[in-house]
């Protein structure tokens, strides 16, 4: 689950740190996965550092590191884009395109109708 505020889902030393206390248990080459996905999210710049000392948007990326990391069939994301500027908003939703092609189940909570455009394939309005 990845929630709009991420200062309540962010709680080690490290981003490097944070994404393995989520991979999923028995991966192999943990830290070689870990780095992978947060390449994958722009984040390997940062992987020594603080995640309190991440920006709004950079605090996004890395929880969704997160969920990622844990291997699951079914992500819950919560206003996933918010903070992101728009060029990694473009690559969040690749990446959730990516993944929901792979099979991952995928239910996003969100007013960004940019996102919803590129990656979503039903809508339900409230």
Same mark, same amino acid.
């Given at each position: 689950m990845v929630m709009q505020d991420t200062g309540n889902q962010l709680f080690t030393e490290s981003v490097l740190d944070e994404v393995l206390i989520s991979l999923k248990k028995g991966t192999a080459n943990e830290k070689e996965t870990a780095m992978e996905i947060i390449r994958n999210l722009d984040l390997a710049d940062f992987a020594d550092r603080h995640p309190q000392s991440l920006s709004g948007g950079q605090k996004?990326? =890395?929880?969704? /590191?997160?969920?990622?990391?844990?291997?699951?069939?079914l992500l819950l994301l919560d206003e996933p884009t918010s903070g992101l500027d728009y060029v990694h908003m473009k690559e969040t939703a690749a990446l959730l395109e990516k993944l929901r092609s792979m099979g991952t189940t995928i239910l996003v909570v969100t007013h960004d109708s940019? =996102?919803?455009? /590129?990656c979503c394939t039903r809508r339900i309005t409230v």
């Open positions: 996004q990326r =890395l929880a969704i /590191a997160c969920a990622l990391a844990s291997g699951r069939d940019e =996102l919803i455009r /590129a």
